[in-house]
């Protein structure tokens, strides 16, 4: 059996999941914790790692996948063409791995407001900018001064690296 990827109605994914089980599939729905703010509160609620996505294992040779489709909180299953298109294991045991408890753990990082942070990944590699906070998808927001003006711009915490130790700089 192989594991393929279901596209799900917006913020339908634990119905999906409840349908698909209630068939015989064997469903994985990676979730991690997010801060939730509403009405002057902060909770913790857990939510789906991949909003509108989950994962589906079954034998396209030998099961009757194409009813997923029709499921409540389903939009499709992800296809190139007529077959549905498989997912490596190694992705979703690489998810497992960061779980515990079942649920995924977000690394979390040692930044203080105002520290001035380097970006060492992707297009803005060895740009630097002011950490200003965490979102609720656990990424960082760096103040970086583009074209004149502050803007706040978010990364994984794996892209930024705090080079200079911490000593702060503090936003104008």
């Known amino acids: 059996?192989?594991?393929?990827?279901?596209?799900?109605?917006?913020?339908?994914?634990?119905?999906?999941?409840?349908h698909l089980e209630a068939q015989g599939f064997h469903i994985y729905l990676p979730q991690y914790r997010k801060r939730r703010r509403h009405a002057r509160r902060i909770d913790t609620v857990l939510a789906p790692l991949f909003p509108r996505y989950l994962f589906v294992k079954f034998d396209p040779q030998r099961d009757r996948w194409r009813s997923i489709n029709g499921t409540f909180g389903v939009q499709y299953v992800l296809s190139e063409g007529p077959q549905p298109t498989p997912i490596p294991d190694e992705i979703v045991a690489a998810i497992r791995r960061q779980e515990e408890g079942g649920i995924v753990q977000i690394r979390e990082h040692s930044f203080k407001k105002g520290q001035r942070l380097r970006v060492v990944t992707g297009p803005f590699a060895d740009l630097e900018g002011l950490f200003e906070c965490t979102d609720d998808a656990h990424r960082i927001v760096l103040l970086m001064e583009f074209m004149g003006r502050v803007v706040p711009t978010r990364f994984p915490v794996d892209a930024v690296s705090a080079d200079g130790g911490d000593d702060q700089d503090q936003p104008d």
Not at 3 to 15: G, M, N, P
């Open 1 to 18: 059996m192989t594991w393929f990827l279901v596209y799900t109605q917006a913020q339908k994914e634990s119905l999906a999941r409840r």
